[in-house]
């Protein structure tokens, strides 16, 4: 076989392999119908290599107004460091060297239900810390990137995001952790 044939052969094999991993990591986004809008939503697998828990200089600013990093605080809220290496959709080389903040959204304490809804939450925090501590497994999450990401195309549907801020799916102050439909509230 020629240089020039062979050349071809391995061109078009990495091509079609490059082809694949983007149908695969354009696949994931999920298009789900809330009320009168869509949302866009990617079910995530954490494992030990893909999350820091905290990362010096890289804690924010909690709504409360307390500082960030790995700990759960008023409402729920909590922050998980993703390495942009392992996320699946393309990030802006302009919006963060090496982590994406994803943070589980403040749930109001006094609005009727609240209370279950956090410790929902801090049932999740307490298995995402002990996932960190095995050093082992995997845990799936759900992650919104409606109003984070733009869509690149339709079809295939293909979305990256716009900034290194993304959330945890989350519809009437309680996670929800499935992509089909919204938690029903006690």
Same mark, same amino acid.
């Given at each position: 076989?020629?240089?020039?044939?062979?050349?071809?052969?391995?061109?078009?094999? #990495?091509? !079609?392999? %490059?082809? *694949? $991993?983007?149908?695969?990591?354009?696949?994931?986004?999920?298009?789900?119908?809330?009320?009168? @809008?869509?949302?866009?939503?990617?079910?995530?697998?954490?494992?030990?290599?893909? #999350?820091? !828990?905290? %990362?010096? *200089? $890289?804690?924010?600013?909690?709504?409360?107004?307390?500082?960030?990093?790995?700990?759960?605080? @008023?409402?729920?809220?909590?922050?998980?460091?993703?390495?942009?290496?392992?996320?699946?959709?393309?990030?802006?080389?302009?919006?963060?060297?090496?982590?994406?903040?994803?943070?589980?959204?403040?749930?109001?304490?006094?609005?009727?239900?609240?209370?279950?809804?956090?410790?929902e939450k801090r049932?999740?925090?307490?298995?995402?810390?002990?996932?960190?501590?095995?050093?082992?497994?995997?845990?799936?999450?759900?992650?919104?990137?409606?109003?984070?990401?733009?869509?690149?195309?339709?079809?295939?549907?293909?979305?990256?995001?716009?900034?290194?801020?993304i959330y945890f799916?989350?519809?009437?102050?309680?996670?929800?952790?499935?992509?089909?439909?919204?938690?029903?509230?006690?």
């Amino acid at each position: 076989m020629n240089r020039y044939r062979m050349s071809w052969i391995v061109g078009a094999v #990495f091509f !079609l392999a %490059v082809r *694949g $991993i983007a149908a695969e990591h354009e696949s994931l986004v999920v298009r789900v119908k809330h009320g009168d @809008e869509h949302r866009l939503l990617l079910p995530f697998d954490l494992t030990p290599e893909n #999350f820091e !828990l905290s %990362v010096p *200089g $890289i804690d924010r600013q909690g709504a409360d107004g307390s500082a960030g990093g790995w700990r759960f605080r @008023e409402g729920g809220q909590f922050d998980v460091l993703i390495k942009r290496e392992h996320f699946p959709l393309q990030v802006p080389e302009s919006c963060c060297n090496h982590y994406l903040i994803l943070t589980m959204p403040y749930t109001n304490p006094r609005l009727p239900g609240g209370d279950l809804k956090i410790s929902e939450k801090r049932e999740l925090f307490d298995r995402i810390g002990n996932l960190r501590a095995a050093k082992e497994g995997r845990l799936r999450v759900m992650i919104d990137v409606t109003w984070y990401a733009k869509i690149d195309s339709e079809e295939p549907l293909h979305v990256s995001l716009k900034d290194r801020q993304i959330y945890f799916r989350h519809s009437d102050g309680r996670y929800v952790a499935d992509a089909e439909g919204i938690a029903s509230t006690p």
